[in-house]
């Protein structure tokens, strides 16, 4: 896995890992200790070997993962830059979000 650009400071750098998926490559930017998470979302996204196209929106446990070009036989795979709210009885809700680059995989956001 290669260093990728948009690591967060302070944060376990973005590492790229790529695979050959039908007739394009496919990659993912994750911190380095999701490299079995990687693997098998790899393993999801090669069941979809006949479709891979810009946009393409695939299923992995409860999250939707997309693929975007990055060329003519390539796409990079991205996420949604989830945001969490804490609720108390005696407080409007707190709306906190993790920035661009702040969580463990790539993401669109």
Do not use: K
Not at 2 to 9: E, F, R, T
Not at 39 to 50: G, K, P, R, S, V
Not at 54 to 76: K, T
């Amino acid at each position: 896995m290669m260093p990728a650009a948009g690591s967060a400071p302070g944060r376990a750098p973005l590492r790229e890992l790529s695979r050959r998926i039908g007739w394009a490559t496919v990659t993912v930017e994750a911190r380095e200790q999701l490299g079995t998470q990687v693997d098998a979302l790899l393993d999801i996204i090669t069941a979809y070997a006949d479709e891979l196209r810009d946009g393409l929106s695939v299923q992995a446990g409860w999250a939707p993962f997309m693929l975007v070009a990055r060329g003519e036989d390539r796409f990079g795979v991205v996420a949604p830059d989830f945001v969490w709210a804490e609720v108390s009885p005696a407080q409007p809700p707190r709306v906190a979000s993790a920035g661009p680059g702040d969580g463990l995989l790539g993401s669109c956001g």
